[in-house]
């Protein structure tokens, strides 16, 4: 118990891990804040958008995430992990800025789509780097603080847009405050990242061994465990520490840890919980709230999401992974079918479907941000071996984003042809199809099992 008392004490590993979830913060800032704004940059007399060039706005930064995620793997196996965040915090600065000078629709997606990039890097370094800095004892708590970041940083997005969409929502500008206000966290991001630790995982990928036993003493980790990495590392036949794509496409252990990851990444993004954050303030105008009424209503969304994502990874931490899976999924299912039932049959006055609509909309933001999204993302973290982690975490990030650019794009004319009723229904439908995966597909003992088969960082370890 003191041994993990003085890990949890560890200020260093704190504030490494503090600093790391802040992209993950900025990750859920920058998906959430167009939900507000894009409702204020659609009208005639700023970007003047259609439903379709919505979608086009909202899902340029989606296409973008799917290419940073995808790049992401090799530029932190070759420059390492501090310095990939310390350079994703800059372009997520520096995008934002031009995003909120945008003066017309092209200038926007352009822009929006390298933002994108900076998001989607963060997303696949984030829960990677905490897993990696972190004792064994204490990597779900860490890994679980990115989960929590996002909804936070969605949360804050939504905040944000509603203090300044109800007080100066006649200004048509406004939503250039909301888009910019995201450049503060990206700046602190950046100042902070000068201080914090490294990787000692990856040091010794690069056979860097004395400053990775210095870092790993510095983070908590025990002697013991360090000389066991370390040994381990040392007798590695991959002088580079990285792994040919040729010989991972010969090893079926491998082959069996990338389709899992990728299985896992589709399953996160079928839930379609996603379309709520991009396009909840315009869904829940269409369901009779207005614009003011919208944007607060986003806000206890967040705010249940956080609260949700908060007591959601604790349980997370206490018992099984996929059995955890499983109850989320099945809440999504529960919630979008009972969402569908009450906006297709249209029983009762308007105030009462708003009311029910909300609840249930919160509902199942409450089963996929407490339990599907952090969840899946830690089973990610944690499922690829060292010596491909980085580039097996980057396609399953990619995959998350290339499903959630589809699904977003396609979104608002779904809306516009089937009703917001039978898209929802469609997703709880997905949401089967999921536990479908997770039951027949996805095999913990046979992921563990090419997990230590392959990394040689655990080998002998135990």
């Known amino acids: ?84 965040l310390r350079w ?28 994108g990039l900076a998001v989607g890097a963060a997303s696949s370094l984030s829960p990677m780097y905490l897993a990696e800095i972190s004792p064994e004892k204490v990597r779900t708590i860490n890994v679980n603080k990115n989960a929590i970041f996002i909804v936070l940083g969605q949360l804050a997005a939504f905040c944000v847009n509603a203090i300044l969409g109800n007080i100066w929502g006649s200004w048509g500008p406004i939503w250039r405050v909301m888009i910019v206000s995201a450049s503060v966290p990206a700046i602190i991001l950046w100042i902070n990242s000068f201080h ?50 040729k010989k991972i496409f010969k090893t079926p252990s491998l082959i069996y840890l990338l389709i899992s990851g990728i299985i896992i990444a589709l399953i996160q993004q079928f839930s379609g919980v996603n379309t709520v954050m991009y396009y909840g303030t315009i869904l829940l105008e269409k369901v009779g709230m207005g614009q003011g009424g919208s944007l607060y209503a986003n806000v206890l969304i967040g705010l249940v999401s956080v609260i949700a994502s908060i007591f959601g990874t604790r349980l997370i931490a206490k018992y099984d992974h996929h ?40 509902l199942f933001l409450a089963s996929h941000q407490g339990i599907v999204s952090p969840v899946t993302w830690l089973i990610m973290s944690e499922m690829f ?19 959630n650019f589809l699904i977003s794009l396609v979104f608002p004319l779904l809306v516009a042809g089937l009703g917001v009723a039978m898209s929802f229904l469609i997703f709880a439908i997905s949401n089967g199809v999921s536990v479908l995966l997770s039951i027949f597909v996805i095999n913990k003992r046979e992921i563990h099992k090419a997990y230590q088969k392959n990394d040689f960082l655990t080998k002998n370890a135990n």
């Not at 790993?216 to 002697?223: A, D, E, T, V």
């Open 385 to 403: 071996p060292t010596i491909v982690k980085a580039r097996f975490m980057s396609i399953a990030t990619a995959t998350t984003w290339i499903t």
């Open 196 to 245: 914090i630790g490294g990787s000692p995982h990856w040091l010794l990928l690069k056979k860097r061994f004395k400053h990775a036993r210095s870092l790993f003493s510095k983070l908590g980790f025990s002697k013991e465990v360090s000389a066991d990495f370390e040994n381990n590392s040392r007798k590695s036949s991959n002088k580079q520490g990285i792994l040919a794509w």
């Open 1 to 84: 118990m003191k041994k993990k008392r003085s890990m949890i004490n560890n200020s260093f590993l704190k504030y490494s891990a503090y600093v790391i979830s802040l992209g993950g913060f900025l990750f859920g800032y920058d998906t959430g804040v167009i939900n507000g704004a894009l409702a204020f940059m659609s009208k005639p007399g700023e970007l003047n958008l259609t439903p379709g060039l919505q979608g086009v706005v909202s899902s340029s930064l989606i296409l973008g995430a799917c290419l940073g995620a995808l790049g992401c793997g090799n530029i932190a196996d070759r420059f390492g992990r501090k310095r990939t």
């Open 88 to 115: 994703i915090a800059a372009l997520f600065t520096i995008s934002t800025f031009f995003c909120a000078i945008s003066m017309n629709f092209a200038f926007m997606a352009v822009f929006r789509f390298i933002l």
């Open 323 to 362: 059995r955890m899976l499983l109850i989320g999924l099945s809440g999504n299912i529960t919630f979008l079918a009972l969402l569908a039932f009450v906006m297709h049959l249209n029983f009762f006055n308007q105030t009462i479907t708003s009311l029910l609509v909300l609840i249930l909309l919160t």
